[in-house]
């Protein structure tokens, strides 16, 4: 049995290879539809190669549970997952990444115009980031209540270095001639800003906006860990995993992996089309 199951879940990978290495060699004028098709044939493979060998291995769904059985959690779960998915990722991980993402901004704009700004913000703003969010959930939940409110805040603190830092750096890439030739048609600093160094610094400041979609997400979800109402995606899991319903927890990570991506595409299609003139986004 062992080794029908190694032997199948090898075959299956070998027929998605092979119609994957197909694609791949076909005509240029399909590249598209092969860009879009490629990752949804090696998903549909990995998916195909854990079913087999949860089934042929007989392995257990306390340990790993199938993704079949996980999709009919998915289906008789509905109602309850989306109300998770409101409390954790539109109210906590959204709202948070808005404040974080604004007072980031805010404060990269001040350190901007302030050399002994900057020199003071960027080593707290470290000193944050290097913060444990094992640490600062459970006092975020103590001062703010065990709500979504305090999952917003650990969010915000999450998001709040990565957007500054990728801020500054790009108000920074401007070059002394860029610089001098503004000052030379009589451009003060917010003229400047606006219609040269802003611009300039979006492919960093969008850089900071997406890896701070995943930092959101993940800031929302372990913050309910340490205290949330009866509802929420991270207090989904931890009583599951104590009930050893691990099809649920599997669900709620199919969830959480899905709006991360969404939020990350989102984020990669306004930057398209913010900066369609940088070099990075040419094809």
């Known amino acids: ?3 029908a199951g190694i032997i199948g879940a090898l075959g299956i990978w070998a027929v998605g290879w092979f119609v994957n290495t197909r694609l791949a060699n076909g005509p240029q004028s399909n590249m598209r539809f092969v860009q879009i098709l490629a990752p949804i044939i090696f998903g549909v493979t990995l998916l195909l190669m854990w079913e087999w060998l949860v089934r042929m291995l ?3 769904a306390v340990i790993l ?3 079949s059985i996980i999709g009919e959690r998915l289906m008789q779960e509905g109602p309850r997952l989306w109300a998770d998915f409101e409390q954790t990722v539109i109210k906590g991980a959204a709202t948070g990444y808005i404040i974080g993402g604004i007072a980031a901004f805010g404060v990269a704009i001040l350190a901007d115009r302030s050399e002994f700004l900057t020199r003071g913000i960027l080593p707290v703003g470290g000193f944050m980031a290097a913060l444990p969010i094992v640490g600062t959930a459970p006092i975020f939940v103590k001062w703010l209540g065990s ?3 305090s999952k917003a805040a650990v969010v915000g603190v999450m998001v709040f270095f990565p957007i500054l830092v990728n801020t500054v ?3 920074r890439d401007t070059t002394v001639m860029q610089r001098d030739l503004m000052r030379t048609y009589g451009a003060g600093y917010w003229p400047t800003l606006f219609k040269l ?7 960093f400041i969008f850089n900071g906006l997406k ?5 959101a997400l993940i800031g929302a979800i372990v913050a309910e860990f340490f205290g949330s109402p009866t509802v929420g995606m991270g207090f989904r899991i931890s009583t599951s995993v104590g009930q050893l319903a691990l099809d649920m927890v599997w669900a709620e990570i199919v969830i959480a992996a899905i ?3 969404s939020l990350y595409g989102l984020m990669a299609w306004i930057e398209g089309r913010v900066t369609f003139w940088h070099p990075s986004q040419r094809k």
């Open 58 to 60: 007989d392995i257990s």
């Open 147 to 149: 709500d979504w409110e």
């Open 65 to 67: 549970p199938a993704p």
């Open 211 to 215: 890896i701070a979609t995943t930092l």
């Open 259 to 261: 709006a991360g991506s």
């Open 197 to 203: 160094r802003l611009p300039a610094a979006m492919p």
């Open 1 to 3: 049995m062992i080794w």
């Open 169 to 171: 750096a790009g108000l």
